[in-house]
Nanobody, 120 residues
Framework: QVQLVESGGGLVQPGGSLRLSCVAS????????MGWYRQAPGKQRELVAI??????TVYADSVKGRFTISRDNAKNMYLQMNNLKPEDTAVYYC???????????????WGQGTQVTVSS
């Protein structure tokens, strides 16, 4: 099993910044793509940004130029969020495609989420 733990959420004023972290642990043979998703009240979960094991990134149009996704090794991932807007308010979830042994299929794993609130 793979566990994902997010941290770094909180309350920030419009125009402010936050940095989210995601740490993977457990029985990990390898991790492929990792990503950040968010879910606002009454809305479906949506993609924020993803990063491949090779460092290729994809962003939602709504966060391009403001958010930066990064990985410092195979297990740690970050989301630098600048110029935050009230519409960025949501629970942010870490996602990873991982397998526990070389014989396993790739599986999707999710963290428990961290709340980001942008308000004055």
């Amino acid at each position: 099993q793979v566990q994902l733990v997010e941290s770094g959420g909180g309350l920030v004023q419009p125009g402010g910044s936050l940095r989210l972290s995601c740490v993977a642990s457990g029985s990990i043979f390898s991790i492929n793509t990792m990503g950040w998703y968010r879910q606002a009240p009454g809305k479906q979960r949506e993609l924020v940004a993803i990063i491949s094991s090779g460092g290729i990134t994809v962003y939602a149009d709504s966060v391009k130029g403001r958010f930066t996704i990064s990985r410092d090794n195979a297990k740690n991932m970050y989301l630098q969020m600048n110029n935050l807007k009230p519409e960025d308010t949501a629970v942010y979830y870490c996602n990873a495609q991982a397998r526990s042994t070389q014989w396993d299929n790739w599986r999707d794993y999710w963290g428990q989420g961290t709340q980001v609130t942008v308000s004055s």
